[in-house]
């Protein structure tokens, strides 16, 4: 809403008066809490205040770029409904401060957060090695102005707007059968690991139990928020997500008490009860034949009750229309097996990373 109002109030005049004719598209969009509405007073102790960018075409941008940012350096106002519109990043020195309007060619931009050129048109390997977080960030936000048009050949059809209303158009969800696939991919690593919570607290290990119902609870979350066609995001604003999402009145309370059980039995029925919502929820999107959504009383003969995900992992296969995309190995997404910040942070090992497993297919 202060990006919003900043553009309305303070930006858009500015480039109207002393740059007409300009063709630009406004937003915020990218890093943030604000961007993905999880922003709180908390928020506003670094980074934080009057800010959001102004995209031009790339072929402007040696033009252009330079004389916009000096113009909002030099009449920008000094403070914007009680904030400073000029501030230095947290990290950096005081002398360093300089205002928060990023101007930046649109397609380089979004090159450079996602690693692609989605106006060039997304490919498995694109879809694939963005993680969700950064999906969320150029989807959420948003959009203030759109004056940017779609060059020709441009990928992604228009939507009622400029090219980053199209280009948010096209990144809002998955194609189909990479939805499917990444849908069975997340019931794969819950199926991997429902039995092992039981064997822990068999020997005496209730740590581990805890551990893993953990990452049980997790893998819960982030299946639920894609059965939503919701991005999850990254762990801080992970449960902030799911519990804005229709699936939470079922599923929270269980997850929640799984996680905060003191012993095995509390664990298994509250992880058991999550696993039902779950499948009753997988079979309300109906993206496949609808399954049984009971836990089963044992694993081979083991007393552990469980739901059997790999039920779900192979109807979720059978429905995936390519053979490409049917054939990949049940790794999925790059953040769906890289769990390291800094790796997934770099662009060429997650791109390198998925290339290596299509090319593996």
Known sequence: DL???????????????????????????????????????????????PRLQVFLADDAVNADAGRVTELLAGRLPAEFRGYPTVFAASDAAAESAAHWVTVAGLRSWLAGTLGFDPLAGISLLDWLSVPTQALAEVTGGAVFHDGLALGAGAGPPAAGGGALTAVRAALAWYPRDVWLYILACQWQRIGQEEAFPGRCAEA????????????????????????????????????????????????????????????????????????????RLHN??????????????????????????????????????????RSLPLIGAIDQFVDSTDAIGVMAVRRSAIAAELAGA
Request: with cysteine; hydrophobic share 45%.
């Open 204 to 279: 005496g290990d209730e740590l581990g139990a805890a551990v893993i119902t953990a990452r049980l609870v997790r893998d819960l979350m982030r299946l639920g928020l894609l059965m939503q066609r919701r991005y999850p995001p990254y762990s801080k604003w992970l449960g902030s997500a799911f519990a804005r999402t229709p699936a939470a009145d079922a599923l929270a309370l269980p997850l929640a008490a799984a996680v905060a059980a003191a012993s095995w039995p509390d664990r298994e029925r509250n992880l058991a009860a999550a696993y039902e919502a779950t499948a």
């Open 3 to 49: 990006a919003r109002l900043f553009y309305t109030e303070v930006v858009g005049p500015l480039l109207e008066t002393a740059c007409p004719g300009l063709a630009y598209s406004a937003a915020l969009i990218g890093w943030g809490s604000e961007v993905l509405g999880f922003d709180s007073p908390r928020s506003t102790d670094h980074n934080w205040g």
């Open 284 to 325: 309300a999107i109906a993206v496949t034949a609808p399954l049984d959504p009971a836990v089963r009383p044992t694993y081979y003969d083991r007393p552990y009750q469980v739901i059997a995900a790999d039920r779900f992992v192979r109807a979720l296969r059978e429905q995936i229309a390519g053979d490409r995309v």
